[in-house]
């Protein structure tokens, strides 16, 4: 059975770092291509940044310079590493399993329960 | 600003049939990408509900379907349940410089 279970989050001030995990089991993270979406209270789903199974990574014009996101393989863990934290980066964090059926069809098949991120002073 | 268009709320009474659009442009859906469907429950993490315009994956009931054409998409429910009261996002791939994966901003779908 795939399962994500994130953790990390809770309350950061402004300017502050934090870095969210998420462990897989039942399938192999590198294997796939693995994403961060990112839901700010009352409001809808943003993508935020992705890890493909070859090791690239790309981030939304919102976080690139701040955030990196990683993986490690002997843990079967990705993380996203968030820097200079602003209040509008406040949102549950989603870690989401890549599928794909064909080349221009990408979407996310199994979501983490998500974590709360609180960027307040 | 979501990327893809979707209307903020839609409601229908147990039994009966509703649609949820979902507008994008010549860089998405447009482009040839498909269109994925999400339904999220009051306090939950989305789950995949159509892949691939019209797929349904394991578990998810026939009475969902999804459809594509142009520039946009369709999500139908038909005979509704109260149990799908809840959040529903259309998402699909984009290929402008601010792309990858856009979403709609997300309708609720209220069973009177």
């Known amino acids: 059975e795939v399962q994500l279970v994130e953790s990390g989050g809770g309350l950061i001030q402004p300017g502050g770092s934090l870095r969210l995990s998420c462990a897989a089991s039942g399938f192999t993270v590198s294997s796939n291509y693995m994403s961060w979406v990112r839901q700010a209270p009352g409001k809808g789903l943003e993508w935020v940044s992705v890890i493909y199974s070859g090791g690239s990574t790309y981030y939304a014009d919102s976080v690139k310079g701040r955030f990196t996101i990683s993986r490690d393989n002997s843990k079967n863990t990705l993380y996203l590493q968030m820097n200079s934290l602003r209040a509008e980066d406040t949102a549950v964090y989603y870690c989401?399993?890549?599928?794909?059926?064909?080349?221009?069809?990408?979407?996310?098949?199994?979501w983490g329960q998500g974590t709360l991120v609180t960027v307040s002073s | 600003q979501s990327v893809l268009t979707q209307p903020p709320s839609v409601s229908g009474a147990p039994g009966q049939r509703v649609t949820i659009s979902c507008t994008g442009s010549?860089?998405?859906?447009?482009?040839?990408?498909?269109v994925h469907w999400y339904q999220q429950l009051p306090g939950t993490a989305p789950k995949l509900l159509i892949y691939g315009n019209s797929n349904r994956p394991s578990g998810v009931p026939d009475r969902f379907s999804g459809s594509k054409s142009g520039t946009s998409a369709s999500l139908a429910i038909t005979g509704l349940q109260a149990e799908d009261e809840a959040d529903y996002y259309c998402?699909?791939?984009?290929?402008?410089?601010?792309?990858?994966?856009?979403f709609g901003g997300g309708t609720k779908l209220t069973v009177l």
């Open positions: 998402q699909s791939y984009d290929s402008s410089l601010s792309g990858f994966w856009v």
């Open positions: 989401a399993r890549g599928g794909r059926i064909t080349g221009t069809s990408d979407f996310f098949d199994y």
């Open positions: 010549s860089s998405n859906i447009g482009a040839g990408y498909d």
